[in-house]
């Protein structure tokens, strides 16, 4: 059973960097894809990135030019290093993993397994 250990979060201030890892651990298929998403209060989750074991990523239309992910598929660890963080950004963040997964999608639903999550504050 595929387990998801997050850390990272905490606060910064506007304009500052922030980095988020996730480790990964009881994959039985060589192809997964491991994912980013955010919550704010009372919203559904909504896709940051993802990466697939294979090398494909996609950022979301808010994510790219600021953040960036990355996958070190040795250690199944997941970063994601997000700069100018905006008030907009500060939301619980997510990691999220698809075991046997030939592509990757946006969808949380497409994500059977989920970590706790990392709170990420950005004052205004």
């Known amino acids: 059973q595929v387990q998801l250990v997050e850390s990272g979060g905490g606060t910064v201030q506007a304009g500052g960097s922030l980095g988020l890892s996730c480790v990964a651990s009881?994959?039985?298929?060589?192809?997964?894809?491991m994912a980013w998403f955010r919550q704010f209060p009372g919203k559904p989750r909504e896709f940051v990135a993802y990466?697939?074991?294979?090398?494909?990523?996609r950022l979301s239309s808010t994510a790219k030019g600021r953040f960036a992910i990355s996958l070190d598929n040795a250690a199944t660890t997941l970063h994601l290093e997000m700069n100018s963080l905006k008030p907009e950004d500060s939301a619980m963040y997510y990691c999220?993993?698809?075991?046997?997964?030939?592509?990757?999608?946006?969808?949380?639903?497409?994500?059977?397994?989920w970590g706790q999550g990392t709170q990420v504050t950005i004052p205004s």
């Open positions: 009881g994959y039985t298929d060589s192809d997964f894809c």
């Open positions: 990466s697939h074991s294979d090398g494909t990523s």
């Open positions: 999220a993993a698809e075991d046997n997964a030939w592509v990757c999608t946006g969808l949380a639903e497409d994500y059977p397994v």
